[in-house]
């Protein structure tokens, strides 16, 4: 048994259930493992070490935090350029965090491996999440290629865990400048739609601000009366999309597949990923007061 610094990743197959309804089991597998043949070689190619494999899933750990990065960024990649022309594709959800961990028969345990393997759970297909104490581990030129999301719980842990995504579709060789943050945002223009009642709104750099509430007023118009008058506005600060709370009964951030939801009272949040805003009321509920959003890269 050791105790050890490690950046532990943890790679996920996305809805490995219906791939396997999909293409029956034969295919589906040898989907699968011919995919892991190629993480294999880029864990490898980052010094990473292989710790076991979970059917649709990989665990393997680092000792350099830049290391897992690069490599959970390649790994996305791989897969993403693999998956183009061809019909049976796949596509991962990966988790990242740094800190302590025990390395005992050839398996990794700890509170570093919990968090990392909620975080794989609350991702989405094709995102990188982790956390903010990984983030800080990071060097600079890579921590500017991170945007922070929600807190969120984790059973075991008394504090919320501030959750972060890594922005992977860019150029990896570029990761070794130090970019800040306003270049990354240059490189790669992020856009967040919000649809109400099929209606598409969109706030990018030609449109950062947008204000729902209750009166016609307003950009998006909530016929709810749990909606204040003026509820909540959206906008762009720093390459990131802001949301805050304007209202008497708050607003509620629910991500895809997410446990639980923020309750936001006169605060603020980072819009991230997809989900819904509740306005007024829980945004599970996915009435008349919610709205669906999500942030995607222009032209991808």
Same mark, same amino acid.
């Given at each position: 048994?050791?105790?050890?610094?490690?950046?532990?990743?943890?790679?996920?197959?996305?809805?490995?259930?219906?791939?396997?309804?999909?293409?029956?089991?034969?295919?589906?597998?040898?989907?699968?493992?011919?995919?892991?043949?190629?993480?294999?070689?880029?864990?490898?190619?980052?010094?990473?070490?292989?710790?076991?494999?979970?059917?649709?899933?990989?665990?393997?750990?680092?000792?350099?935090?830049?290391?897992?990065?690069?490599?959970?960024?390649?790994? !996305?990649?791989?897969?993403?350029?693999?998956?183009?022309?061809?019909?049976?594709?796949?596509?991962?959800?990966?988790?990242?965090?740094?800190?302590?961990?025990?390395?005992?028969?050839?398996?990794?345990?700890?509170?570093?491996?919990?968090?990392?393997?909620?975080?794989?759970?609350?991702?989405?297909?094709?995102?990188?999440?982790?956390?903010? !104490?990984?983030?800080?581990?990071?060097?600079?030129?890579?921590?500017?290629?991170?945007?922070?999301?929600?807190?969120?719980?984790?059973?075991?842990?008394?504090?919320?865990?501030?959750?972060? @995504?890594?922005?992977?579709?860019?150029?990896?060789?570029?990761?070794?400048?130090?970019?800040?943050?306003?270049?990354?945002?240059?490189?790669?223009?992020?856009?967040?739609?919000?649809?109400?009642?099929?209606?598409?709104?969109?706030?990018?750099?030609?449109?950062?601000?947008?204000?729902?509430? &209750?009166?016609?007023?307003?950009?998006?118009?909530?016929?709810?009366?749990?909606?204040?008058?003026?509820?909540?506005?959206?906008?762009?600060?720093?390459?990131?999309?802001?949301?805050?709370?304007?209202?008497?009964?708050?607003?509620?951030?629910?991500?895809?597949?997410?446990?639980?939801?923020?309750?936001?009272? &006169? @605060? @603020?949040?980072?819009?991230?990923?997809?989900?819904?805003?509740?306005?007024?009321?829980?945004?599970?509920?996915?009435?008349?007061?919610?709205?669906?959003?999500?942030?995607?890269?222009?032209?991808?």
């Amino acid at each position: 048994m050791e105790n050890a610094q490690r950046a532990v990743l943890f790679v996920d197959v996305t809805d490995s259930t219906k791939l396997y309804e999909s293409l029956g089991d034969t295919v589906a597998l040898a989907l699968i493992n011919g995919v892991f043949a190629l993480l294999d070689k880029v864990i490898a190619k980052y010094a990473g070490v292989l710790v076991k494999t979970l059917g649709d899933g990989m665990i393997c750990v680092f000792e350099d935090p830049d290391n897992a990065f690069r490599a959970a960024c390649e790994i !996305q990649t791989t897969v993403h350029a693999a998956a183009q022309g061809t019909r049976n594709s796949l596509q991962l959800k990966v988790g990242f965090t740094y800190g302590p961990v025990i390395l005992s028969k050839g398996d990794v345990f700890g509170d570093t491996m919990n968090v990392c393997s909620r975080l794989v759970v609350l991702a989405n297909a094709e995102q990188i999440l982790t956390s903010a !104490q990984t983030v800080d581990a990071l060097s600079p030129g890579l921590r500017s290629r991170c945007r922070a999301l929600f807190p969120t719980r984790i059973k075991g842990k008394a504090e919320e865990v501030a959750v972060s @995504e890594i922005m992977w579709r860019y150029d990896p060789a570029v990761t070794e400048t130090n970019l800040t943050r306003a270049d990354f945002a240059k490189a790669v223009q992020m856009s967040l739609k919000l649809i109400y009642r099929g209606n598409i709104f969109v706030v990018s750099r030609s449109r950062p601000t947008l204000q729902m509430g &209750r009166e016609d007023s307003n950009d998006i118009v909530i016929a709810s009366l749990f909606a204040s008058r003026v509820h909540a506005r959206v906008h762009t600060r720093e390459g990131h999309f802001v949301i805050s709370d304007l209202s008497s009964n708050g607003t509620f951030l629910l991500v895809d597949d997410h446990s639980g939801e923020v309750h936001l009272r &006169r @605060e @603020e949040a980072v819009l991230g990923g997809r989900g819904w805003i509740g306005l007024g009321k829980n945004a599970t509920r996915h009435g008349d007061h919610s709205v669906r959003y999500s942030l995607q890269a222009e032209g991808v």
